[in-house]
């Protein structure tokens, strides 16, 4: 008998018995559906922090003073922060870098305009480059110049929540805002840029010479952002700014060099880390499916034992009938895991429309594609599990006597 008749033979069971079937599958159909609707919802997750850092570039890189961190010998260094004239610094000795720029966060601040205030806003003292390292747009107005920066002019950028609450939507240029010690003028407002539910509405864009000359005082900086060259990867340019610094501090670790791609790979490692325990733990269903398909088959065994007398009565050979009950174990566990799999995807598909309709945990929601290598893989694996939980069934029946299966009643 080929295994087309095989094949047939195993179908005709199936619709023979449907309940049976039904409930001998269902561990393989809970097992594959959790572990494609969790690979979904892992590569969902992964793919919605890959679009939400690519907002602000994911090439852009970060160096950070860490000079209190370290170990001891590492700190004893005449250095005591980041400066403006490291930017230059960097630019001249890294030929991998496109731009660099300086960046003081000044912290919470409150902003006034005659009696309305604006509470709690995050104030960053910046240079010119700045919106173009982090894709900041504007909704009208401009951004800071360098002729800002030389004539140390009192300006700000405001994002659209503060333009709201001092002046009313669209009626915030040219109106001078007040802050603790000093009064500026509004000559832009910047476009709502939301990563990971916070937003740079409540942002406040000033000229870095400014806030260090006229207002916060000192020479320090918080960070420098810098961006590679084209035809550099971001791995080459962090390793040119890391030698860089490390010439400067005498080989002393007292700076951090970081980048959005790297941070964006941890979030996705963690996630993929995270995805990967749940669909394993997710997978022991598929055991216990296995487990029943071989009870079920050991029924059947029992149930078509004169069957399997009688078809080696008239010649069936022992290989024949192990594959029979092979090939019955095996399309039970691959419909199971088919049946899952299509569970799955309607349950994705029903949670990408909702979270697109709640707009969570963006506007677009969290998409869950349907992950086609993962759903082959499952679909081997439950073959697999009906081949391996199908052996001995199917051994019991090849190896029964012919005489002694047809006396059975």
């Known amino acids: 008998m080929n295994v087309w008749e095989s094949v047939r033979i195993a179908m005709d069971m199936l619709r023979l018995h449907k309940l049976r079937a039904f409930l001998t599958m269902l ?8 572990v494609t609707l969790i690979t979904m919802i892992s590569n969902g997750f992964q793919h919605y922090i890959q679009y939400e850092f690519k907002k602000l570039g994911a090439d852009t890189m970060f160096v950070f003073y860490d000079g209190g961190g370290g170990r001891r010998f590492e700190r004893s260094t005449s250095l005591d922060g980041l400066k403006v004239e490291d930017v230059d610094y960097l630019m001249g000795r890294c030929n991998t870098l496109e731009l660099a720029s300086a960046t003081l966060i000044l912290g919470s601040q409150k902003a006034t305009y005659q009696d309305k205030e604006a509470p709690n806003n995050e104030i960053n003292a910046v240079d010119e480059h700045m919106p173009e390292l982090n894709k900041i747009g504007l909704a009208a107005g401009r951004h800071i110049t360098k002729e800002d920066l030389d004539a140390r002019a ?56 400014t806030a260090q000359d006229k207002w ?45 791609e790297s941070i964006m790979a941890v979030f996705g490692g963690i996630l993929g880390a ?84 709640t707009k969570f945990p963006s506007a677009g929601g969290l998409v869950m594609a349907f992950p086609l290598q993962s759903a082959i893989i499952s679909t081997v694996i439950s073959a697999v599990i009906g081949l391996i939980f199908g052996l001995y069934p199917a051994g019991r029946a090849s190896s029964l006597s012919p005489i002694e299966a047809l006396r059975t009643e």
Not at 27 to 34: A, E, N, T, Y
């Open 27 to 34: 561990g393989v159909i809970i097992g594959v559906m959790s």
């Open 154 to 209: 009192n300006v700000a950028v405001i994002g659209k929540d503060i333009e709201k609450r001092l002046f009313g939507e669209g009626q915030g240029l040219g109106k001078l805002i007040t802050f603790p010690g000093i009064t500026m003028e509004v000559i832009g407002v910047t476009e709502t840029v939301e990563i990971m539910g916070q937003s740079n509405d409540r942002d406040i864009l000033v000229p870095l010479t």
């Open 216 to 260: 916060i005082g000192g020479d320090q900086i918080t960070y420098i952002s810098a961006l590679p060259k084209d035809g550099f990867k971001v791995e080459q340019a962090m390793d040119d700014v890391w030698q860089a610094l490390m010439l400067k501090s005498g080989n002393k670790r007292v700076y951090r060099v970081d980048s959005r």
């Open 274 to 357: 995270a995805g990967a325990v749940l669909a394993g733990i997710a997978a022991l269903s598929l055991l216990v499916g296995g487990i029943g398909i071989m009870n079920i088959m050991l029924v059947s065994v029992t149930e078509r034992t004169r069957e399997v007398g009688l078809r080696k009565a008239l010649g069936a050979t022992r290989p024949s009938i192990l594959a029979q009950f092979l090939v019955e174990a095996t399309l039970l566990s691959m419909v199971g895991g088919l049946i899952g799999m299509f569970i799955a995807w309607l349950l994705g598909q029903g949670v990408t429309a909702a979270t697109a309709a």
